[in-house]
Structure formats: C-alpha cells, structure tokens
C-alpha cells in the first residue's frame, strides 16, 4: 500500500467563505470531483452550481523531488436555480456530475450537469485581443460612417492572459427525474444521461433531441420497486454500458442487440445470505456507484458498506468484496433515523487497476490493494496532519480495550463524510473532497 502524504492543506475556497472549515454554506459543498485525461486539470463542482477547475503548475528545476502542485486555473457558475412552473418544482444549481471530455486542441471541454440540464462547456486561454477597428472606436462605440476616410488593418495585441469558461451547449428537457449519472462514450461522439428510471443517449452536436435506450417504468408506478442508480460506458467498447439499481444488481447492455435496451446481455447479482437478512437489507444493498476498470475487464460497485469487483465473465457473485466500515453494522437503526443509511459513496480506480479507494464517515477514506489484500484506512483532516506531513494510518475500535492511536466507533462523526474521490489518471495522486475543502495527496516521494 502506498504512504500517502499531503502537500496541499485545502486548496478549495470558494468566493465568499470565510476561511474555517466549520465556517461553510450550504452552496459550497464539493458535489463532484473529477481528473482530466491527462490528470494535468483537476474540475470541482458544488452544491452552488459553481465549477471551479485546477491546472497542476509544472515541475520546477529548482525542486526536481517535488511534483507540480495545484493551484486555482478558472472559477464559473455552471448552472443557476431554476423553477418548473408546471410542475411546481424548484432545480436546484447544484452540480451532480462532471465529465471531461478528451483534448483535441489547445481549448478543453467538459459536461457538467445538474438534475435536469446537461451543459457543455469550453474553457480556453486567450492573451491577446484584437484592436483597430474600423467601425468602432477604442471605447467599443460605433463611429459615424461619415468620419471613417481610411480603413485601418486591426492587430492582435498581447493581454494579461485570461481563461474564459464559455457554454457551447445545453441539453435540455429530455429527463422527468432527476439525472444521477453522465458518461462519455469511447466514440466521443456521444454521451449518455441517466435518471431515476430512464436513460438518453445524446450525439454531441444534437441539443433537442435524444433517444431512450433504457426505459423501467412501469405502466403503474405503484408497482415500481427499483430505480436506476448510476451508468457507465465501457472504456473501449461504444455499443456496451451498465447500470446499477437499487436492487443491488448490475445490467450490461449492449446496443447493438436492440434500439431499446430494456432487455440486459449480462446481469450481476449476488445471493443474499438468509442469515444476514434484516430490515435494513434492502437499503444497504442499494449500489451508489458503479465504475468499468480502465481494461474494460472489471465492474466496482459500492453499495453502503462494501466495494466489490465483478468480473465481466462471472456473473452470479463478484470475484472480490471488500468490507468499507463493518463497524457500522450494529449502528444501522441510528444511522437510518438521521438518514446517513441513504449517503450515496462514489468509488475509484487508480491508473492500473490495482488499488481501489472508497469514503467513509468522520473524514476517513479507505484503501484496498487488490493484489496484497492490504487496506488502510486514512483522514482528510486539517487537524491531523500538516503539508508534506505523511498521514497516518486510522483505525476504528469496536468493543473492548481502546488504544492510544484508535477511536471509538461511538466517537464517529457522521457529519463528516468523504462521499466523493478522484484518482490521478497515471500517478499516484488522489483529490478527496471532505465537505468545501478539497484535499490532495501523492505517494511519499523519496
């Protein structure tokens, strides 16, 4: 397992905060954290709609040891809220998803959305602007025609350099119910959105249409009994996807066996142990993330207290289950009546499949090494470790004896929870978004 250390406190400040963590609204919550392909560009996104990107400084020759650290690239409002005047409904701004789309020249793209509206944006570089016009004088005001008696070349003259967020496109009115999941397709010709009980495929370049390629419900909703959770495309092949239910249960689609994929190629489920059967069985086996390993050959999948892996050719149980925080078992009652047994906890891969990382409660995120079987459990606190100080180790006491460097079970705070992670696409480089501070760590460099 590898010693992570931190080199950056808390590098996410929104406008507006005053800087302490127990100082925070409710618009500056990270909602999503995503690296670019590259992992050169870091995006944040919040429950105030807005996006904030990090551009990784490069290496300096002064300190060749120490790695290029992340500092504030652009800040942009995303969406704003929004009211359905014929549902009566209010759209809250807050960012659900982002997802970077591959660089192509020297501009960047991205999706971000919220419950409803999917928007592209591009976010570009300019340091130079256009002067000597011939119809407008140097306030922008256009000149009397009259005046004009020579035409005049404009230039490009060089400006502080400026980084523009611009909407290219806005997908609009395609879900009736609030959109968990996008994912862009392997083709980067189109993309897909996924609800509650729908899911629309989208070509980049068509903003006012798109069409249902998953469709569960059902003809009377009082039959319904599961919901969509989350969706993905696989990494390297356009026709295949999956998606996670409620239920616990995985469906691999494959486009190119119907229009409608509402009949599954593969389907994953595990068997239910009759011996752990309790009232909260059917909450906790809810999947909240569903993610392809980057070889295509895996599924992870974190329902409320367990990762697991699948193996795209096994599908009556998972080939690996790892254990997030069984402690928490004996603590489901509490944990239903204030609704932490609802938290949705995202999963990630690192760059060669080998390690897996997953958020807890009280700040901790966890690490399971695939290959050794070792995991580890660490915090995001700006108490408990300071820059470049490696971080150590946590763990949690049940019953019994407590030692000095563990904490109690009954001592967790629940408020404190890493719901969303992101892991550098080649390095061993992690952001975790612990409420609105979002911390990154490498491995200990030598």
């Known amino acids: 397992m590898k010693c992570f250390s931190r080199y950056l406190p808390y590098i996410f400040r929104p406008p507006n905060t005053i800087l302490s963590s127990s100082c925070h609204t409710e618009a500056d919550i990270i909602s999503t954290v995503e690296f670019n392909h590259t992992g050169e560009l870091l ?37 704003e809220p929004e009211f359905d005047y014929l549902k009566s409904l209010e759209i809250e701004e807050k960012i659900n998803k982002i997802r970077w789309l591959p660089q192509q020249n020297a501009a960047y793209f991205l999706l971000s959305t919220n419950d409803k509206t999917v928007k592209m944006w591009k976010v570009s570089e300019r340091d130079k602007r256009p002067e000597g016009y011939n119809l407008k004088d140097e306030e922008g005001r256009l000149r009397d025609p009259a005046t004009i008696t020579t035409l005049r ?22 879900h009736t119910y609030h959109i968990n999941s996008i994912s862009v397709n392997s083709d980067y010709e189109t993309y897909m959105s996924a609800d509650d009980l729908r899911i629309n495929l989208w070509n980049f370049e068509i903003t006012n249409q798109s069409f249902n390629i998953v469709d569960i419900k059902p003809a009377n909703m009082e039959e319904l009994t599961e919901v969509i959770t989350a969706a993905e495309f696989h990494p390297h092949h356009c026709n295949t996807f999956v ?16 229009a409608l994929c509402d009949r599954h190629t593969k389907f994953f489920e595990e068997p239910e142990d009759p011996s752990n059967r309790s009232f909260f069985s059917e909450i906790i086996s809810s999947i909240s993330d569903v993610k392809f390993s980057h070889s295509g050959r895996y599924i992870m999948t974190r329902d ?81 470790s300071k820059p470049r100080a ?35 696409p080649s390095e061993n480089i992690i952001a975790v978004a612990a409420t609105n501070n979002l911390y990154i760590f490498q491995d200990k460099v030598n």
């Open 243 to 258: 998606y996670s239910s409620s239920k616990g249960t995985i469906r691999l689609c494959d486009m190119r066996a119907s």
């Open 304 to 384: 409320y207290l367990t990762v697991k892996v699948w193996d795209l050719n096994m599908e009556n149980r998972p080939i690996e289950t790892y254990q997030v925080h069984d402690y928490l078992r004996s603590k489901l009652c509490s944990l239903y009546e204030n609704d932490c047994i609802f938290d949705k906890f995202e999963c990630v891969w690192n760059g060669s499949d080998s390690v897996i990382m997953t958020g807890s409660y009280n700040n901790f995120f966890r690490m399971f090494d695939r290959n050794t079987k070792r995991d580890v459990t660490l915090e995001a606190s700006r108490e408990n």
């Open 153 to 174: 070349v404009p230039v490009l003259r060089p400006v502080d350099l400026m980084v523009e967020a611009i909407p290219r496109r806005v997908f609009a009115n395609a």
């Open 390 to 424: 490696i971080l150590k180790p946590r763990k949690v006491c049940v019953g019994g004896k407590r030692r000095k460097d563990e904490i109690s079970v009954d001592s967790l705070d629940f408020s404190k929870k890493i719901l969303h992670t992101a892991w550098h």
């Open 43 to 79: 995006a944040t996104g919040d429950k105030g709609g807005r996006v904030v990107i990090f551009q990784r400084e490069q290496e300096s020759k002064n300190q060749v040891h120490r790695r290029g650290e992340y500092n504030v690239y652009s800040t942009f409002q995303s969406h």
